[in-house]
C-alpha cells in the first residue's frame, strides 16, 4: 500500500514545493484547500516544479472553521495518512491580534486535534526566531511556562503574524503533550527561491526585500555590519522536512533549517544589488531608528517596510549542532547559497517586474 500524506499550505510557496517532492517520491497526497475548484491549477503548478499531479487530491476546508470544517469523506481521507504537514497560516504583516490567533493559532491547535485523535504524526512549521532565545525572552515569552506570559503584550511587540507563530508553536507542543501525541517541527530561515530554477511565489519577505533594492528604496542597510537574515533555500527546507517527518527518532523534537553561512545583510544586499546592476547602500541605520521612523504617518509605505520585518534583523547566531547532525544521517547539504540567491533575483527580475 502506498504511503499518504495530508498537506495543509499546499497552495503556498513551501507548500507547492513540498507537494512537488512528495508526490515525486509516489506519496498519495491529499491538500486542504479553500477552494478546491483551484485543483488543476495547483496540479499544474506542482508538475512544474517536478512533482506528479496524478498524486494531488483536494481535501475541501478552512483551519480557522471548527475542525477544519471537514465533511464526513474529507475526514475519512485523512484517516489513512501517516504524516499531516501543518504549513498553511496567514503569512502577512499588519494582521490584527484577533485575525492572527483565529487562524494561526486556533487553525494549528485544530490540526493537532486532528492529528492526535487518530494518532497520525504531525510535521509542524514554526520559524527560526523560535530557536532564538534572548530574542523570546527579550519579548516576554516565558519559554519555561508558557501560559505565563503576557500574549496581547508580545503580540503588541511583534505584530499579530510573528506573536501568533509564537503563541501557536507552544501551544500545540503543550496540546501534543497533554494527549500524549506526536509532533516534530521544522523552523526555517527566511525561505528563499529554489537553488536550481529560483522559483519563488510573490509575496514573500524575499521578493519585497529584492524589489525594494531594485527600485532604490534602500537608502541605507538596517542595522550593523553584525546583523543578518539568515536564509535557507526551499529546496533544502523541503527536503528537510520530509526526512525528519518520516524519521521515528524524531518524534517530540525540533529541528532548525537555516544557512549558518548566510552573509551580514549588507553583504547579502551587496550580492542582489550586483545581479540587478544597481548601487548597493553603504550607510547603516539603527534598527531602533528606523523603526522609529516608520511609525511616521506614511514613511513604510514610502519604503515599502514594515516594522514587523525588522524583527528578523538579528546578531544572534544559532546553535546547529542538531541540524549539522541530521544533515550526516540524511545526507543533505546545503546548496551553493551564492547561486540560489543569485537565481531568485533573476526569477523575480523575469516574472515579478514591478
Ligand atoms: N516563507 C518564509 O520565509 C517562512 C519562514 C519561516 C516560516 N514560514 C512558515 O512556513 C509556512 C509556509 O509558508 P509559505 O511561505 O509557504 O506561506 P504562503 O506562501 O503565504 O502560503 C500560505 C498557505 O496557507 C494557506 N492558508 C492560509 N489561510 C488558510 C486557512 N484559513 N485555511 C486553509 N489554508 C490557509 C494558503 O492557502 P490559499 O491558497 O487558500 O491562500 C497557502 O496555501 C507558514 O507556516 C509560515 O509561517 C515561512
Known sequence: MSVECFVTGGSGFVGQHLLARLTAAGYKTWVLMRTPGKIERLRKQVGQLGGNPGCIHPVEGDISREGLGLSEAGKQCVSSVSVIFHLAAEFSWGLSMERARAVNVQGALSVAKLAASQRIRLLMVGGFMLQNHKHLASIGVDEECPENTNWPSVYGRVGGYEGSKIESHFAVIRYMQDAGADCTIVHPATVCGHSESGHILEGQPLVELIRNLAQGRFRAVPGSSRHWLPIVSVDYLVAMMTHVAFDPSMANRQALALYEHTLSLQGMLEQIA??????????????????????????????????????????????????????????LTHPDMARALEKTVRYVVDHFPH
Open 274 to 331: 550586483g545581479t540587478l546592476e544597481v548601487k548597493a547602500p553603504r550607510r547603516h541605520i539603527p534598527i531602533g531608528l528606523l523603526r522609529w521612523l516608520l511609525m511616521i504617518p506614511g514613511l513604510a509605505a514610502r519604503f515599502a517596510i514594515s516594522a514587523e520585518s525588522l524583527d528578523f534583523i538579528q546578531t544572534q547566531r544559532f546553535d546547529m549542532s542538531n541540524s549539522e547532525q541530521l544533515e550526516r544521517k540524511y545526507q
